[in-house]
């Protein structure tokens, strides 16, 4: 029993970090029907500009500025790769082109930190904390609370400011808000840039816990996607409850059966989910009128 709540204790870690992951697909899908396919190298990208800020000013004055950083990244992807497809209202332009972006900078990541990984100090105490015999490491402590503050932010700035409801109205009706008077274009930008920057904020999370280097992001962005599936495009919840589902399988399934096999669970319930319910677990079948 004892090894299976520390198995649970590192699945619930790990999938916060899937989670918030999600959490950006789902934003931008909210408001405009795409994706960043280069979301783990947005992730991949704050971990490393916070690995070199924190060796300057520390961990947590880097935090603000790995924000703001990420924020920049995804309004420069949305200008780059989006804007114009979703103008020609194509659906393969926006694909490869954040596909494309995402390549490059894990080129450029190459170029000025190298392709070896390299270690991100913990800001907090490594040795773990034994509470009721389940060893916890603080780190572990600040992901999931990290990870659920900044999704619990980025929903009450939707539901209370008024740019956050032009962002729920966009989400609602693209073409309504825009007869309303709403600025849809720099919604979505907005959307871009919010989603890149959970990303960069979920590599500074998970960097101290793992290795940073510039191939980090390919793996987690690939497993957030089908979390972003699993949980429901159009559910912030099920970004988070998608990405508890598959870490938790993930670390029970290395344990108890092979490492080997640790990623078969997720691809499973992937397919299940989209064979049976393909809005996701909280997501709602869309109704388009031809």
């Known amino acids: 029993m004892q090894v299976l709540a520390q198995l649970l204790v590192s699945g619930i870690a790990v999938g916060m970090i899937y989670g918030v992951i999600a959490f950006g697909y789902q934003l931008t899908f909210a408001t405009s029907k795409t994706l960043n396919f280069g979301q783990g190298e947005a992730l991949m990208l704050g971990a490393l500009v916070g690995l070199t800020l924190a060796g300057h000013i520390g961990f947590w004055f880097m935090l603000p500025l790995v924000l ?34 995402g390549i490059i900078f894990k080129n450029l990541a190459e170029n000025i ?21 389940v060893n916890v490491l603080p780190m572990e402590v600040l992901v999931v609370f990290g990870a659920l503050g900044l999704m619990l932010a980025i929903e009450i700035f939707n539901r209370r400011s008024i740019f956050g409801k032009a962002v729920v109205a966009t989400s609602n ?19 871009y840039a919010l989603s890149s920057m959970t990303a960069a904020f979920a590599g500074v999370l998970v960097a101290p816990v793992t290795l940073t280097g510039a191939t980090m992001g390919s793996v987690l962005g690939l497993k957030a996607f089908a979390v972003a599936i699993i949980g429901g495009l159009s559910s912030g919840l099920g970004a988070v409850v998608g990405g508890l589902i598959l870490g938790i399988a993930e670390t029970t399934t290395g344990y108890y059966i092979s490492t080997g096999y640790k990623d078969v669970p997720g691809l499973v319930l992937l397919l299940l989910v989209l064979t049976f319910k393909p809005a996701g677990l909280f997501g709602k079948a869309a109704i388009k009128k031809v």
Do not use: H
């Open 68 to 101: 703001i950083f990420g924020l920049m990244q995804g309004a420069a992807v949305e200008w780059l790769a989006v804007r114009q497809a979703i103008k020609t209202k194509t659906d393969s332009g926006w694909i490869m082109a954040t596909i494309a972006l």
């Open 113 to 133: 930190w190298g392709r070896d990984d390299l270690r991100f100090p913990s800001p907090l105490p490594e040795a773990p904390i034994s509470v009721a015999g």
């Open 173 to 191: 009706d693209r073409d309504a808000a825009g007869l309303m008077g709403i600025n849809t274009g720099l919604v979505i930008t907005f959307s």
